[in-house]
């Protein structure tokens, strides 16, 4: 079946440092899956963070960016400074032809002040 | 914006016990979709429904039982919690025309003692 896997449980950045969180994908019904990153702050439930469903495109939101690389099947997600606020549980997923969206694991971000 | 709303928020029960989770949505939603959230694990989904009346199983419904009453409405029963149940419950939903965002709730954290 398909899968997600982000190798990172947890991820300590310093306010203003990059970050990138890490994740691969596995597809079986097609080649080229939708793939999302969904954020869940505190307290909260998820929320789309951005979404790319064309290989080799990049999404952006909220100052964060993913792009779709289809050779390595990754689908990373990074940010160029942090902030406090960005503290949260990040999650990866895909979906292929049906309903259904498959995540991975989540990496919980925690930015030092 | 879509908005999913969970009750109760926490909920602590024993070995043998009956619980029912609740989920409403006001964004006339077709699909809702009941998740649990382990450690270590992604969102695992339990049961979804596409319509008031309408039951589909997940990849983990062995233990769970759902109702769909109405477009808005979405419960999810346990009539003999066990301990591996013990879980972050997450209700979403989403359009039909737009699969690719899920609305999710703030989540039912679920303790079985």
Not at chain 2, 82 to 111: H, I
Request: charged share 15%; aromatic share 12%.
């Amino acid at each position: 079946g398909d899968s997600v896997t982000q190798t990172e449980g947890q991820v300590t950045v310093s306010e203003s440092k990059s970050l990138i969180i890490n994740c691969t994908y596995s597809a079986t019904s097609i080649a080229y899956p939708n793939l999302f990153w969904y954020v869940r702050y505190p307290g909260e439930g998820l929320q789309l963070l951005l979404k790319v469903i064309t290989a080799g495109q990049k999404g952006s939101s909220r100052g964060f960016e993913a792009t779709y690389n289809k050779e390595t099947t990754s689908f990373h997600l990074q940010k160029a400074s942090v902030q406090e606020s960005d503290s949260a549980v990040y999650y990866c997923a895909l979906r292929d032809m049906g309903y259904k969206l498959t995540f991975g694991t989540g990496t919980s971000l925690l930015v030092d002040p | 914006e879509a908005a999913v709303t969970q009750s109760p928020r926490n909920k602590v029960t024993v070995t043998g016990g009956n619980v029912t989770l609740s989920c409403r949505q006001t964004n006339s939603h077709n699909y809702m979709y009941w998740y649990r959230q382990d450690t270590g694990h992604g969102l695992r989904l339990i049961h979804y429904s596409y319509g008031a009346g309408n039951l589909q199983i997940g990849d983990v419904p062995d233990g769970y039982k759902a109702t769909r009453t109405t477009q808005e409405d979405f419960f999810l029963l346990l009539e003999l919690a066990s301990p591996s149940q013990t879980s972050l419950y997450f209700c979403a939903s989403s359009d039909s025309q737009n699969q690719d965002t899920q609305y999710f709730g703030p989540g039912t954290r679920l303790l079985v003692l």
